[in-house]
């Protein structure tokens, strides 16, 4: 899991990443960052506001290789619009998590709570299974995840981070931005 | 302009044509059948028939680096298409700027392993700036207008159009696009050069050096880097590709740096206080072990890439941009800062290069060897032709004594491999050489184990008429293999012996063209006249060189620039 790596070796960093909406960029993106060794933790992709355009977030996690080097050798892909690393303290990021736990009904009411208390919603019961949805920062994510881990987790599935700038700074091609 | 209805395959005619291409290498091919059918009524563009799909690429490199153009090759799909490969990933590495063009099978069949399928864009995708699969006819003008764009313009490089079959036979209305637009493409650079922080450190160096490469002859900007380096009064060091880029015959210029440079060049750059990197970008060939690099010198690095900015040496002042439009503007700023603070002293400095030089000079002995030495071929060659000529290269040891001995005083008149390191380039480059500059004298030095990997081309060239001079310098190995061999795996030769060498004199002939053969020094001079003279068509020269000669000095692989050998 991520945030074991995250501590044995290197940083980590989110970029965020405005794509023409292509077929094939994805694999351009995915090939840069195996060929020149970036090592992506997460990598989420989906549509924007404008039909053309995808946008991407990337966690990456570097070992001895600087972020901006990362950030150039993207930019250069010419269906990479823009691209920029969101530094943590200017970062809203959020990740969703399902997962399956397999629990006599007699947990299930205690499950009920600990969901409650990380804003966490039960989606699906069944007499010895129920399945937990969470959304929010990694950080979270990975709490509720250990406090879970105590009643068997028998599948759980996370979405990789999406993540936007806070205040009025865009991530936008310059014919689209205002 | 009023549209015209077409096929695809003539619409492609059509916007090569608007482009200014005059040469396509290429073999035809069932995939691109139509492109061929359209191409028969061009009455503009001249296709060359390769023997093979690299050559077509490697002579669209030599082409384009010998005139500024971009050179174009053909391909049908499948084989013809990854046999164009091995030529756009050396043009990838090289920046040289190339449009290959590849007919796939029909749209339908793609992705159902149809015959001589080939999912080339997604083979290409890491050695191409950019690549396109043509899905839809009306796309094609544009999607071609932007491939002659990106592959001329930034960093040049390689770009790969795809047009399955029958996107080639679909009818449109055809009009040329005046204009690309594409949003995420060299994007504008933040905030204005530092080039008064650039001066600062020239004007403070005491001990600076120019390092030049590649990125003089594509930007087209020798006459300023002659300026800047003028100026300065440094000495000048130069990568393979920045040959030319400084005249080697300047008495600042002390040619070629890194693994096979003069031990004066390393010594120079090693105890430089400041390195001003022009269009370079810091090579494992020129730095050496990379954490004993320059270990005293800031950096002042000038490159159009942004990526190639730090990415091997943190640039103490980066500066992004064309050389050619940037360069005038840090002389300015290094101009005033002489005249403000004055000059630095350079002359300690200069006087120990100087003594590096005199000391540690390029040397062989020829004197007393019975053998022809490989350095005494470069050496003739360019005496006689006063080193007015277009020299090409294949890779290997022929190409570092090429490079070392052969005095480069232009631009685009070293046509070599460098980065990928191509076996094979030397007659394919020589091609497109030749066809791109026919008043020029284009030489070819090779060597026998690079020259046999595309030697079936022999048969264009004799084809074209074209005047070239093949020299191979033949030591009967692979002889840069052999070399590392004999230093670093204890003369274990394996597998480089090359002795049951084909007859290439007989060969010639069989191809239709002059063949010669030197043994003997007494033999060498006569054989290059004759050669030099011949006009009609190609020429093969076989001269036989001192077999176990190698290349020196060298700095073995992974170890610091400035622990070099001699072999003596």
């Not at chain 2, 296709?47 to 490697?58: I, M, N």
């Not at chain 2, 060189?545 to 992974?558: C, I, L, T």
Request: with cysteine; glycine share 8%.
């Amino acid at each position: 899991m991520e945030k074991t790596e995250e501590k044995l070796n290197g940083s980590t960093h989110t970029i965020s990443l405005l794509v023409e909406n292509k077929p094939g960029v994805l694999h351009r993106i995915a090939g840069l960052f195996s060929r020149r060794g970036y090592n992506i933790a997460s990598l989420t992709v989906g549509p924007t506001e404008h039909p053309e355009y995808s946008r991407m977030t990337i966690v990456v996690r570097l070992s001895s290789k600087p972020v901006e080097q990362v950030v150039r050798q993207v930019q250069k892909l010419i269906p990479v619009v823009e691209v920029r690393e969101l530094r943590p303290e200017d970062l809203i990021e959020r990740e969703l998590m399902l997962v399956k736990i397999r629990t006599p009904e007699k947990n299930h009411a205690e499950l009920r709570a600990l969901a409650d208390t990380y804003e966490a919603q039960i989606v699906d019961v069944s007499p010895d299974a129920l399945v937990v949805e969470a959304t929010g920062p990694a950080g979270k994510l990975d709490a509720l995840e250990e406090r879970l881990q105590h009643y068997g987790i028998q599948e759980l599935v996370r979405s990789g981070r999406i993540a936007l700038e806070r205040g009025f700074k865009t991530l936008a091609p310059p014919n689209l931005k205002e | 302009m009023a549209k015209e209805k077409m096929t695809g395959a003539q619409a492609l005619v059509r916007c090569l044509e608007a482009e200014g291409v005059d040469y396509i290498f290429g073999i035809p091919g069932g995939a691109i059948l139509p492109v061929y059918d359209a191409l028969f009524d061009s009455k503009k563009l001249k296709h060359v028939l390769v023997r093979h799909e690299q050559v077509g690429a490697h002579a669209a490199e030599g082409y384009a680096h010998a005139t500024g153009k971009v050179g174009v090759c053909f391909g049908t799909s499948g084989p013809g298409a990854t046999n164009l490969v091995t030529g756009i990933a050396d043009a990838y590495m090289d920046s040289v700027p190339m449009v290959a063009i590849t007919g796939n099978v029909s749209s339908a069949l793609i992705g159902t392993d149809a015959f001589q399928e080939a999912d080339i864009t997604g083979i290409t995708m890491p050695i191409t700036k950019h690549n396109w699969l043509v899905t839809d006819v009306r796309d094609l003008p544009r999607i071609v207008k932007e491939a002659f764009y990106v592959a001329r313009t930034g960093r040049p490089g390689p770009v790969l159009v795809d047009i399955p079959k029958d996107v080639q036979n679909a009818e449109l209305e055809f009009e040329y696009p005046e204009m690309v637009h594409i949003p995420g493409y060299l994007p504008p650079l933040k905030g204005p050069p530092r080039f008064e922080d650039a001066a600062t450190l020239v004007r403070n160096a005491s001990r600076p050096v120019v390092y030049l490469g590649g990125g003089v002859r594509t930007s087209n900007a020798h006459a300023e880097v002659a300026a800047f380096c003028e100026l300065l009064g440094a000495p000048v060091v130069t990568t393979v590709h920045g040959k030319g880029a400084f005249p080697e015959t300047h008495p600042l210029c002390l040619g070629m740096f890194g693994m096979h440079g003069g031990r004066y060049a390393n010594y120079t750059v090693q105890h430089s206080d400041l390195i001003i990197a022009l269009g370079a970008r810091f090579d494992d060939r020129v730095t050496g072990k990379l954490s004993t690099f320059a270990p005293e010198a800031k950096v002042v690095h000038l490159d159009i890439d942004p990526a190639e900015i730090s990415k091997l040496v943190t640039a103490t002042v980066p500066l992004v941009g064309d050389l050619k439009t940037m360069l005038p503007g840090l002389t300015d700023a290094v101009r005033r800062a002489f005249e403000g603070h004055g000059r630095p002293d350079l002359g300690p400095w200069k006087k120990r290069v100087m003594e590096w030089r005199e000391k540690h000079p390029l040397r062989y002995r020829q004197e007393g060897q019975k053998h022809i030495l490989p350095q005494t071929v470069v050496e003739l060659l360019w005496k006689k032709t006063q080193g007015k000529a277009i020299v090409t290269t294949g890779v290997g040891e022929h190409q570092m004594f090429a490079a070392q001995y052969w005095k480069t005083s232009f631009p685009r008149q070293f046509i070599t491999s460098g980065g990928l390191g191509t076996m094979g380039f030397c007659l394919p480059a020589a091609m497109g050489a030749q066809l791109g500059k026919p008043n020029d004298l284009v030489i070819g030095i090779d060597g026998d184990g690079s020259f046999q990997m595309t030697l079936q081309d022999l048969a264009t060239v004799v084809e074209l008429k074209l005047p070239i001079k093949i020299f191979i310098l033949n030591n009967l190995f692979l002889g840069m293999v052999r070399q590392w061999q004999e230093l670093f795996y204890d003369n274990r030769f394996s597998e480089t012996p090359l002795a049951d060498c084909p007859d290439f004199v007989k060969l010639a002939d069989a191809y239709g063209c002059l063949g010669l053969r030197a043994r003997t020094l007494e033999e060498l001079d006569g054989v290059v006249d004759r050669a030099l003279a011949h006009k009609d068509g190609p020429v093969i020269v076989d001269v036989r060189v001192r077999r176990q000669e190698k290349v020196f000095p060298m700095v073995p692989a992974g170890a610091p620039l400035n622990d070099m050998i001699d072999g003596e």
